[in-house]
């Protein structure tokens, strides 16, 4: 085992070459390659256990596979949009963050109409969703061209707020699950940062939690227990980290770049995983249920 921890402040650490890997926990693929296009991204579940990803079968689409692993195009997005990151709130809608468009859909549950929630012209590309207990989004905003970033919040009122600017290239975004912390990876940067939230939904007292020396930072999801899975784009890992930033786990993909991931299965404990060199998802088992998995079963 090889595994470098550096403490420079509190609960901030560097994490170098990792590879003390779980032989018992093994990824396997859930769907066949390349029935998505390689931009799937924004993996989640709904109630009823039914998985989507953006672009299925061509850019602009919301893709349903079943658990079998059998998919299909859910919908299609209007013309000139393309998704990525996807979430349902407690009630089942559907909340989709369209990066060319610079707007934030919701599908309102049970039904395939995408109707415009927020939207604001001056941000980058919006590219993840997290939401909080009480319905509040938070999407990252990444300039690749310019390795630069941003973070927004949508109350539940639908207003859209520019939470912090001048960032890294922000990408991966999870709140904890008792919605009290909003962590905000940068790619680029190699970096994460964790924020206190308020009762206003707004961010304070920011501070590095993570930091990599290699490798790529995408999407990010939390379980019960408030654990943070990481995919590491590039690596082929998914890095699993305590809420104290102790490391825990990382498990060996099939595939290199893991762009991000979503809990479910009947228990809530299978970890569906977007495959962006491979067009796919890979699937493997965690130890715990996803949080959001326990807050609508």
């Given amino acids: ?45 709904n109630a009823q256990g039914d998985l989507f ?40 809608n559907m909340f989709i963050a369209d990066y ?80 009290k912390n909003l962590y905000v990876n940068e790619s680029v940067q190699r970096m994460i940062w964790k924020y206190d939230i308020l009762e206003n939904g707004k961010l304070a007292n920011k501070r590095q939690f993570l930091s990599f020396e290699d490798f790529g930072l995408d999407g990010m999801r939390c379980d019960i227990k408030g654990n943070l899975y990481i995919t590491r784009y590039d690596k082929g890992t998914v890095l699993i980290v305590s809420p104290e930033a102790e490391f825990m786990n990382e498990i060996s993909l099939k595939g290199k770049k893991p762009s991000n991931i979503a809990f479910g299965g009947e228990d809530g404990k299978t970890c569906y995983v977007t495959m962006a060199d491979r067009g796919c998802f890979e699937q493997f088992r965690a130890p715990f249920p996803g949080n959001y998995y326990s807050k609508v079963h």
């Fill in 100 to 179: 060319m468009g610079h707007i934030v859909y919701r599908v309102k549950k049970n039904t395939k109409n995408p109707e415009i929630w927020a939207r604001d012209s001056t941000m980058n590309q919006p590219n993840d969703l997290a939401i909080s207990p009480d319905g509040t989004l938070y999407l990252s905003d990444p300039n690749w061209s310019e390795s630069t970033g941003q973070i927004w919040m949508v109350s539940p009122n639908r207003k859209i707020e520019l939470l912090e600017a001048n960032m890294g290239t922000t990408n991966g975004v999870e709140v904890s699950p008792d919605g």
């Fill in 1 to 45: 085992m090889k595994f470098l921890i550096k403490i420079l402040l509190p609960a901030y650490l560097i994490i170098g070459a990792v590879s003390c890997k779980d032989p018992e926990i093994k990824s396997a693929d859930f769907t066949s390659e390349f029935g998505f296009t390689k931009g799937i991204e924004g993996p989640a579940v």
């Fill in 53 to 92: 990803a953006v672009n299925f079968e061509s850019e602009g689409t919301i893709g349903r596979v079943d658990q079998q692993g059998n998919g299909e195009v859910y919908l299609t997005l209007p013309e000139g949009s393309i998704g990525n990151g996807i979430r349902f709130d407690t009630e089942g």
